[in-house]
């Protein structure tokens, strides 16, 4: 079975970056939506920003400006450069997939920690 897995994830300082990376570990066919979610403890899981197969991307409000999702040359891998870090963005990052032949593809998540 295919599987995502995401990496990159860390402790940073505010005002810091990081690059968060997800691959699946199989072929996916036909992707047509990638997606990067997060969930802060106590908080429901929350879309932070999507790509297309044409490449058109969104973000909530809070990230944009700050974070860029895009994909990797490689067909079944996605990236979210996030920058200028806050402690709100404290979370663990999830990467999906959604095809319309197979539904939701999840990663197993990623750990962001912002603090001083």
């Known amino acids: 079975q295919v599987q995502l897995v995401e990496s990159g994830g860390g402790l940073v300082q505010p005002g810091g970056s990081l690059r968060l990376s997800c691959a699946a570990s199989?072929?996916?066919?036909?992707?047509?939506?990638m997606r990067w979610y997060r969930q802060a403890p106590g908080k429901q899981r929350e879309l932070v920003a999507d790509?297309?197969?044409?490449?058109?991307?969104s973000y909530r409000d809070s990230v944009k400006g700050r974070f860029t999702i895009s994909r990797g040359n490689a067909k079944n891998t996605v990236y979210l450069q996030m920058n200028d870090l806050k402690s709100e963005d404290t979370a663990v990052y999830y990467c999906?997939?959604?095809?319309?032949?197979?539904?939701?593809?999840w990663g197993q998540g990623t750990q962001v920690t912002v603090s001083s």
């Open positions: 790509i297309t197969s044409s490449g058109s991307t």
């Open positions: 999906n997939f959604w095809t319309i032949y197979a539904g939701d593809y």
């Open positions: 199989g072929s996916i066919p036909s992707i047509n939506i």
